[in-house]
């Protein structure tokens, strides 16, 4: 929804009914209004379908409702990879910086600028001067995050860490001798 210049916020059906009307008046034609099953919009005003913005909705659900790392990682697998599944035969959903910072499950909203910047999260300016972040992109991270933290290693005592490391085939670069080419 837009803000009115008080601050309030704008109707959509009154939107639309300014949208209807500005049309009219440049065209003289009656616009109609739409018909049949009315689509919903996760984020701004571009369409999605029906079946996606369930999926977003039950993706969005499961990763608010712990930070990052608390999380069981195939229940995550399954939601997010099926709206990510969904989303890429939508257009570009944006979502800000408060709600990446949400879906990521992180506490500073920093976080999602970094990767922007970094290039990991695809971002646009938007009329404000604002930064928005693309959904999928958003997604993806919490994702392959959540994938990454499911291995754990917390679990693990100073013991166990010591006996992998014995009964690891191989050695670490830094304990090879170091083998200098002949001249």
């Known amino acids: 929804m837009r803000r009115r210049r008080d601050g309030g916020r704008v109707p959509r059906e009154a939107q639309r009914a300014t949208v209807r009307r500005l049309l009219r008046a440049s065209e003289g034609a009656e616009v109609p209004r739409p018909r049949g099953s009315r689509r919903q919009c996760y984020t701004g ?16 659900a499961l990763l608010h409702s712990a930070p990052q790392g608390k999380l069981d990682s195939l229940a995550v697998e399954k939601h997010v990879r099926k709206a ?23 506490l500073s909203e920093e976080t999602p600028l970094v990767l922007a910047r970094l290039g990991l999260l695809r971002s646009r300016p938007r ?57």
């Open 127 to 183: 009329d404000d001067g604002q930064i928005e972040v693309r959904l999928d992109d958003v997604l993806y991270r919490r994702l392959q995050a959540e994938g990454l933290l499911g291995f754990g290693g917390e679990d693990l005592t100073p013991e166990d860490l010591e006996l992998l490391h014995w009964e690891t085939p191989g050695s670490n670069p830094w304990e090879r001798e170091q083998i200098r080419p002949s001249a």
């Open 45 to 60: 005003p571009m369409s999605v379908a029906a079946k996606t913005v369930k999926a977003l909705r039950a993706a969005e």
């Open 84 to 106: 990510l599944r969904l989303l890429a035969s939508e257009e570009p959903q944006w979502v800000d910086i408060g709600a990446a910072t949400r879906l990521l499950g992180v």
